[in-house]
Structure formats: C-alpha cells, structure tokens
C-alpha cells in the first residue's frame, strides 16, 4: 500500500499525559499536512510542511502541539499535557507542489483516533 | 463569517434523483478548488478537482464560478453508495494550507 499512513489508528490515554503521532506521506509528496476533526466538521488545518520546513501553523496549535519532520519524509505530531478537548480525529496528508506552485490535492491517512478520559 | 460554507443539510433523496450541493469561499484570491466525500469514521477522499471551465466525472459534475465565489456538486442517478458527507475545499494561495467547509451530508434513500 503506497498511500498514507498514520500511527495509531487509536489512542486513548488520561488527561495529562502526553501523546505523540506518527505520519508517513506518500513517498514522491514534497508537503505534508496536519488536520484536526472533530464531529460534525470538516477537517481544521494545524500545520504544514514542505519538505522538513515548517511552512505555516495555525493559531489552533497552541504551546501544547509540536510538529516535525526532521528528514522530510515522515512526520510526527505530539501533545502535551493533554485536554479533555484535544479528544478528535488527527488527520495528516500529502501532496506534491510543482516548481511552478501549483498544488495538486491532497491525500489523506486513516487518521488517529484521541480519547481523552 | 466562515471562509468556507456549504449546505447544512442533510440532503435526504431518493436512489435515482440529482443532487446539487453549493459551496462558498470568501477569499478573492483563492486558486485550487476540491469535493471531497468522506464515509462515517473514515478519512476524507477526493472526489474531484473543480476547473474554471467546470468538469464532468461519470454522474458528477462541478462548477466553479468565481465572480460570485462558488462551487456547485451536481449528481446524476444518484446511488446508496454516494450516502457520504461531501467536503468542499479551497487552497486560499498558492503554498498555503487547504481549507475545508464543514461538508453536506448526503443519504440516498432506497
């Protein structure tokens, strides 16, 4: 299977602890992609990367939330000191940028499930 | 207001009937346009690119219309297996992140 994978597929874990996901993109995909999704909603962009530089985060990725992807090809997403309300899907992607910037769609992982107790 | 909105829904229809779904984006400057469907507890999975000049995929059909800023979902003969959610997307700039509505739930009735 050549398409995106993530790990765990679930997590449940009590509130304080800290948790850490991991993502592998698509191998020829030069960005990769962290959503959040809650029930009911569409997917909540987090963070992006292209290639191993953190590009852009959103103002929902609080002190608590580090992201990497240190060589560029895998990603991990970590929390710290976890909240009740960081319970959700965390959803990561790829897709590949030309050298002219156009932007082919993105693919998704299964996901990861968090339960917060 | 949010950069992007759909349809609540949910659209409730018979197996047979056309659909269509509407999408707005509020960012002049928005580039990429996609449908997404997404099951129940699964990941979301393109459905389709929209172009300017509007594209036809089997029963689907998209529309962009970007003077008034939105994208249509058209579905012919619709099946039970296009009950989804269906995800409108907009990439705001070229490089930037891709922003998601908050999709349109669809169930085709038997």
């Known amino acids: 299977d050549t398409g995106v994978s993530q790990n765990p597929r679930h997590k449940i874990t009590k509130r304080g602890q800290n948790v850490t996901f991991r993502c592998d993109p698509i191998?020829?995909?030069?960005?990769l992609y962290w959503y959040r999704q809650t029930l009911g909603q569409g997917p909540e962009f987090l963070t992006y990367f292209q290639n191993e530089a953190q590009l852009e985060k959103s103002r929902l990725l609080s002190d608590r939330f580090s992201a990497e992807r240190p060589k560029g090809s895998f990603s991990t997403l970590e929390i710290q000191r976890t909240e009740q309300g960081d319970s959700a899907m965390y959803l990561c992607a790829s897709s590949f940028t030309g050298l002219d910037s156009s932007n082919q769609p993105q693919h998704f992982g299964d996901g990861t499930r968090l339960s917060i107790l | 207001r949010k950069e992007v909105e759909q349809d609540p829904g949910p659209f409730n229809v018979p197996e047979g009937a056309t659909v269509a779904f509407n999408c707005t984006y509020s960012?002049?400057?928005?580039?990429?346009f996609f449908w997404y469907r997404q099951d129940c507890r699964k990941e979301p999975k393109l459905l389709m690119s929209v172009y300017s000049s509007g594209n036809e995929d089997g029963r689907f059909t998209a529309q962009l219309n970007r003077a008034s800023q939105y994208i249509s979902l058209l579905i012919r003969d619709s099946k039970l297996s296009d009950s989804a959610t269906y995800l409108c997307v907009v990439n705001r700039d070229y490089g930037q992140n891709f922003v998601f509505g908050p999709g349109t739930r669809l169930s085709v009735l038997p």
């Open positions: 191998s020829e995909h030069n960005r």
């Open positions: 960012n002049s400057a928005s580039q990429s």
